[in-house]
């Protein structure tokens, strides 16, 4: 569930980033309250279950991104347009975000409250790609081809966070090679994946 309070969208930030920073999946009360700025009893009376915090964490990041790259699509029909626009969404975030970057580099593939990332919108426009003869690939094949996708993201978003390639380098590259793989022309591909990139709508946006 999304934060709906000020005071839990700073524990929500704290949690993300020691779980980002730490690599663990359970932080302690007091320590929480730190990182947060907040007294213990805050947390308390914010956070019901302390020990699911990381699946309420992840769940809400993954739903939260989803739903923005989703509003970003409107008005956007080709299945290619929407790939590069989405993978390139994701790595500018992990610039723009580090602790957001680095807690999906982390947990994106390992932890099942992040597969929705991958699930739902993402395979839909993927399927709709072969449907409108845009990709090339079997019905079959579709989970390897979303582990490419994805593992294509979050190999760009690591080069980004390690300071070896610009977002836009990262970006732009690893969407021009997915969309060459599933069996857009090279020239298109290109073109697809250097347009200008329009602003991530807000989750609120109608």
Do not use: C
């Not at 982390?106 to 072969?130: C, H, I």
């Not at 996708?149 to 070896?164: R, S």
């Amino acid at each position: 569930m999304a934060p709906s309070t000020s005071a839990q969208e700073r524990i929500h930030q704290a949690a993300l980033r020691l779980f980002a920073e730490r690599g663990v999946t359970q932080v302690n009360v007091k320590e929480l309250a730190l990182a947060a700025g907040v007294a213990r009893g805050t947390i308390y009376a914010h956070v019901s279950e302390p020990e699911r915090l990381f699946e309420d964490v992840a769940g809400q990041l993954a739903a939260e991104m989803n739903e923005r790259v989703a509003l970003s699509f409107q008005g956007v029909v080709d299945p290619a347009h929407r790939l590069a626009n989405g993978i390139r969404f994701y790595v500018r975030r992990a610039h723009e975000e580090p602790d957001w970057g680095r807690f999906i580099n982390r947990f994106a593939f390992a932890n099942p409250s992040m597969q929705q990332m991958w699930n739902g919108q993402p395979v839909q426009d993927l399927m709709n790609g072969v449907l409108e003869g845009r990709y090339r690939f079997q019905t079959a094949q579709l989970p390897s081809v979303v582990g490419l996708v994805a593992g294509g993201v979050l190999g760009a978003i690591l080069l980004v966070l390690e300071g070896h390639q610009t977002w836009r380098a990262a970006g732009s590259d690893t969407a021009e090679l997915v969309l060459i793989a599933l069996g857009i022309h090279p020239y298109e591909a290109k073109s697809l994946a250097t347009h200008e990139l329009p602003a991530l709508p807000d989750r609120s946006a109608p």
